[in-house]
């Protein structure tokens, strides 16, 4: 839900800045200007190309973040655990744990099969602990 917020808030500062262009683009009083990057000597439309360059490497960042993979619900749960058992990090620095909007950081490899990998052999080493105790 914050991600798509994110989105939609940067989408619209572009939004403004382009309007912003096209008033500074509408009162030039050199034509000549508007064929020519180089002979552009409005400080007006280039602060608003560099905001708008600023913007636009804002929103990319942002929609990346929106296609990331929300973070493996079992690994939530390992870092909750750990975190309740040891009791190292306050609760309000660890509530974000909460929330069901988490994503993932470390990229996971391509056909899942580390990450299935990894899965078993914790399932085998908490099978085996259950069995030694009881």
């Known amino acids: 839900m914050t991600r798509a917020r994110m989105l939609l808030y940067k989408q ?20 000549l200007f508007l064929g020519s990057r180089r002979r552009d000597a409005n400080l007006d439309r280039q602060a608003v190309m560099n905001q708008l360059d600023i913007a636009m490497k804002e929103y990319v960042r942002t929609q990346q973040a929106l296609n990331t993979k929300s973070a493996p619900k079992r690994s939530v749960r390992n870092l909750q655990d750990w975190i309740n058992n040891f009791g190292c990090i306050s609760r309000e620095e660890v509530s974000y744990l909460d929330r069901d ?34």
């Not at 262009?21 to 050199?30: A, G, M, N, P």
């Not at 988490?102 to 602990?129: I, K, Q």
């Open 101 to 134: 909007d988490l994503m993932e950081v470390a990229p996971s490899d391509a056909d899942g099969f580390l990450e299935s990998l990894a899965t078993m052999v914790e399932d085998g080493a908490v099978w085996a602990c259950d069995m030694i105790k009881g």
């Open 12 to 31: 619209d500062i572009i939004s403004q800045l382009e309007a912003r262009l096209e008033r500074v683009d509408r009162d030039e009083t050199k034509p």
